[in-house]
């Protein structure tokens, strides 16, 4: 290559290189509360994502929200492109069942799992709460409307044949607000479906004498038993100042999830900023610490993988 050549060649690749520079393009994932994990999930991704902006165009945030069901609902009214969403109520969306009957999100697409969320109650010790039959009467943070623990709640108590009114108090402080209520004596007990270890849970039991309370029993066997999405889980003894030993109770997965409308290559890119850096990911939060790709993409999963997502899996070879 002659001095000429090389000057037309290094102008060649600068014309390709400007022309590759992709659009702009702004996308929004729904979280939860800032003191859970959902919002570190979106973060992560988000950061992960806009590394590359400079090569694919697309500019990720990821705002707090009211939790998994505001996050499908702002889905299907295509006024956010992803979001968290626990796996019982992705199955729900898709299949307009239980809270979404008359409602369902047919055009929901899964993108993967994520980590485990027991569904967890936190309560005062001196509420002398030591199992769910004991929160009939007390004081409960039944969470936030839009979340998932709120949802699952009433799932629960409808399978208890109890309803809100069995608490003598049922407030729906947002989880930032929860922890704080119960240091100060506001509510005898809180509920969480929350990845672990969280940090607001931690604020909780550092501020008040607390324990974790199992959550088990015939109803909780046959909701496990009906219920593909409803798994037995338990939240580790030690892992907070209170609750030396396991704590049995069921769980769901908290899954990423999307709407057919999100083009291919937008979710191929995002799916790819996560897995082509995937030790950094699990590193963003002590609950991804055990993720497993083959589980990611399989597990908690009840609506249709979106194509951009099936596409890079394929790449992988993780897929068919
Ligand atoms: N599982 C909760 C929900 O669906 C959110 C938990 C979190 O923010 O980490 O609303």
Redesign the pocket.
């Known amino acids: 290559m002659n001095h000429w050549t090389k000057i037309l060649a290094a102008g060649a690749m600068a014309v390709t290189a400007g022309s590759a520079v992709a659009e702009e393009r702004f996308i929004t994932i729904g979280?939860?509360?800032q003191t859970?994990?959902?919002?570190v999930v979106g973060q992560s991704i988000c950061r992960l994502v806009n590394r590359g902006s400079a090569d694919h165009g697309l500019k990720c945030t990821a705002p707090s929200t009211?939790?998994?069901i505001a996050n499908i609902n702002a889905i299907a009214a295509g006024d956010m492109d992803m979001g968290v969403?626990?796996s019982d109520?992705q199955f729900h969306a898709f299949n307009g069942s239980s809270q979404f009957e008359g409602k369902g999100v047919p055009k929901l697409r899964a993108v993967f799992s994520v980590h485990g969320?027991p569904f967890t109650v936190i309560a005062r010790k001196d509420a002398n709460i030591a199992s769910f039959d004991d929160l009939k009467g007390k004081r409960v943070n039944v969470g936030n409307p839009g979340?998932?623990?709120l949802a699952t709640m009433e799932v629960v108590l409808a399978a208890k044949g109890w309803t809100m009114a069995d608490f003598s108090l049922a407030s729906e402080l947002k989880?930032a607000e929860q922890a704080a209520a119960l240091g100060d004596n506001k509510v005898d007990a809180i509920i969480?479906?929350?990845?672990h270890p969280n940090g607001s849970i931690q604020e909780a039991v550092s501020t008040v004498e607390a324990n974790l309370v199992p959550v088990e029993g015939e109803a909780i066997d046959k909701l496990i038993a009906d219920n593909p999405f409803y798994a037995k889980a338990s939240v580790p003894g030690g892992m907070y100042a209170g609750s030396p030993d396991d704590t049995p109770t069921f769980g769901v997965k908290?899954t990423f999830v999307t709407s057919e409308d999100v083009p291919e290559d937008v979710i191929y890119q995002v799916v790819k900023a996560v897995f082509d850096n995937f030790d950094r990911f699990k590193g963003l939060h002590p609950a991804f610490a055990n993720l497993k790709e083959e589980e990611m993409i399989a597990d908690g999963l009840s609506a249709p993988l979106h194509p951009g997502a099936a596409e890079y899996y394929k790449e992988r070879g993780w897929l068919q």
């Open positions: 979280t939860g509360g859970g994990v959902y919002f009211g939790g998994s969403a626990q109520w969320e979340s998932g623990q989880p969480y479906t929350v990845g908290a």
